[in-house]
């Protein structure tokens, strides 16, 4: 997926491509190692933000979820579904569940964005 941001202070608009999770008419996309990065800053409040998606154009409406609790669970979704990505932010994956220990671990370095569809 392309995901567009829009910044908070420039008023400029940034696309690049994200790994995404659909989950109960959200979609959820991972800012692993989120010191590194600096996009999801723009959706500390409620924000729009543009999309492609299998091949249309969308609307919808992100946040930044830093709470390690909201993270976890976004994680806990993204491991299931990517193991070898879960991995790699130190989230080993056996028998299609994420260690609980290593979720609760990462929550403290990544950021889910919860993006709901307009």
Not at 81 to 94: D, E, L, N, Y
Not at 104 to 115: G, Q, W
């Amino acid at each position: 997926m392309l995901l567009t941001v829009t910044g908070r202070t420039s008023g400029r608009a940034y696309t690049f491509p994200v790994q995404y999770v659909e989950r109960d008419g959200e979609i959820l996309v991972l800012a692993g190692r989120a010191t590194t990065k600096s996009w999801w800053r723009n959706l500390r409040e409620l924000a729009p933000v543009g999309m492609r998606l299998r091949g249309r154009d969308v609307a919808g409406m992100a946040l930044a979820v830093v709470d390690p609790a909201g993270v976890a669970e976004g994680l806990r979704e993204f491991a299931r579904r990517f193991p070898r990505s879960a991995k790699a932010i130190g989230v080993p994956v056996t028998g299609g569940e994420p260690d609980p220990a290593a979720l609760a671990k990462a929550a403290v370095d990544n950021v889910v964005v919860r993006i709901e569809l307009s």
